[in-house]
């Protein structure tokens, strides 16, 4: 039986209950979101010591950090470095996005090291091993989904919303930078010069079957993520939304837990609509932000752009953020750059709880012991509960003061001033 179909059957296992316990969330409640799909708890059949990672409704916030080679550079021992990184950074899943190199030991050489959710996208895989992308054989799209299902992956992303009603909207679209998910661009490109439905929408059913057989989670791929701002929330983005929305249904059906993934680059005013459409059509599916970024132009610094993004989508419901490095439309990101994304997704997630139902008071509770620490001039404490102790630390111990303030404002500390005037009344 895979999780969902335990869930509806009210099975509480020990791995629902230590995610119960990590969100502090009364399991009985958790193994009912998951049986209505609001909540996913991603774990293959063939892993045993995966962190519960639960994503979605009353949950909290959770972050992704993409790793992988590239075709220009296959640097085996730095992937497997940021994976690392990643997760003492507090990533919450980790993606192997591999594409140059031996896949299969790659794959299986961060597996290793990554003790929370694994996920994969395995098209790419597909891709890679033909001599060209539009040679691959219908097989090939979902052998690959086998062959990592079998791995151990416990979650997958699969552009099953991509067809021809979705192409042909988007061949009447008006936009500059056409399609960006390099998923979706493989598929769309297949099927164009083979005049070919894609298989994973085509045979989605079989697909759901092995997905169920080693109880992995599907998260329905974002194909027509708009690419810049020009190009947010139009026919083509609305109509993949609608498709994966018919997909979710067909998933929970099927007892195969699922997620949806989202946008991409959209500005500040439209992010709220999209994330709100995007949870009306799929019934709550726990949802999977690739940012939103809110402007094109903060290259070097689009960690920022995406963790502004990821409060307000939070805000209105996102439940999952994969995370943006500094090095985002640049080059493939160093293992500091890996870091730093994580923060920043962090950050946002952070800030998301403060006012998640489900989360808020044990969030609010951090925040009230920091702003305690910080009356105290508690400097131990305050590294202690910062998002990123070890910067916090090296910050302020690189310029101390003299006094038991910071050397901000040394002497003329307010919190320092204000108690002692307190303290003399
Ligand atoms: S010195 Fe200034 S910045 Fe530092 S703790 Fe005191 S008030 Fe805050």
């Known amino acids: 039986m895979t999780l969902i179909e335990e869930a509806k059957k009210g099975v509480i296992s020990d791995f629902v209950k230590k ?13 009912r979101l ?10 293959n059949v063939r892993r045993e010591d995966v962190k519960p990672r639960a994503i979605g409704m009353l949950t909290s916030t959770k972050v992704n950090a993409n790793v992988g080679t590239s075709a220009d550079y296959i640097n085996v021992e730095e992937e497997i ?29 961060i597996m290793d090291v990554v003790k929370v959710p694994f996920g994969t996208v395995p098209i790419y ?35 099953s919303g991509v067809n021809w009603v979705s192409i042909e909207r988007l061949k009447r679209s008006k936009r500059l930078l056409g399609v960006v998910s390099r998923g979706g661009a493989i598929i769309i490109g297949w099927m164009l010069h083979n005049e070919k ?7 989605f059913d079989y697909l ?13 791929g974002d194909a027509y993520r708009p690419g810049c701002i020009h190009d947010a929330g139009d ?59 809110v402007t094109d132009i903060a290259a070097g610094y689009d960690h920022i752009a995406a963790a502004i993004g990821a409060a307000i989508a939070g805000m209105a419901g996102a439940d999952f953020i994969c995370y943006v490095t500094p090095s985002e439309h640049l080059a493939l990101p160093s293992v500091e750059d890996v870091r730093e994304g994580v923060i920043a997704a962090k950050i946002a997630a952070h800030a998301i709880d403060l006012i998640k ?50 050397s901000m404002c040394g002497d003329l500390c307010a919190i320092k001033l204000v108690k002692e005037a307190f303290e003399r009344d």
């Open 19 to 31: 995610a119960a316990e990590y969100e502090g969330v009364e399991a009985e409640k958790l193994i």
């Open 34 to 43: 998951i049986s209505h799909g609001y909540v996913v708890l991603p774990k």
């Open 81 to 109: 470095e940021k994976a690392i990184v990643a997760q003492k950074a507090g990533a919450d899943a980790v993606m192997d996005l591999s594409s140059g190199g031996d896949l299969d030991a790659i794959r299986k050489k």
């Open 125 to 159: 895989q597909a891709a890679r091993d033909c001599r060209r992308v539009v040679d691959m054989g219908e097989d090939d799209f979902i052998k690959a989904v086998e062959k990592h299902a079998k791995d151990g992956v416990d979650f997958m992303t699969i552009h």
């Open 197 to 203: 439905e894609n298989p994973y929408y085509k045979d």
């Open 208 to 220: 759901l079957e092995i997905l169920k057989e080693y109880d992995v989670t599907i998260s329905l």
């Open 235 to 293: 026919r083509a983005k609305y109509t993949e939304f609608i498709m994966l929305g018919e997909l979710v249904e067909r998933c929970r059906e099927a007892g195969v837990q699922c997620m949806v993934e989202g946008p991409g680059h959209v500005p500040l005013d439209q992010i709220e609509t999209s994330v709100r459409a995007m949870k009306s059509v799929t019934d709550n599916a726990p949802l999977y932000l690739l940012g939103p970024l």
């Open 357 to 406: 139902e489900g989360q808020r008071e044990r969030a609010r509770k951090r925040d009230y012991e920091m702003s305690l620490a910080r009356k105290n001039l508690d400097w131990e404490r305050q590294f202690q509960l910062s998002i990123d102790p070890e910067k916090a630390r090296e910050i302020h111990s690189k310029r101390r003061s003299e006094s038991e303030a910071c």
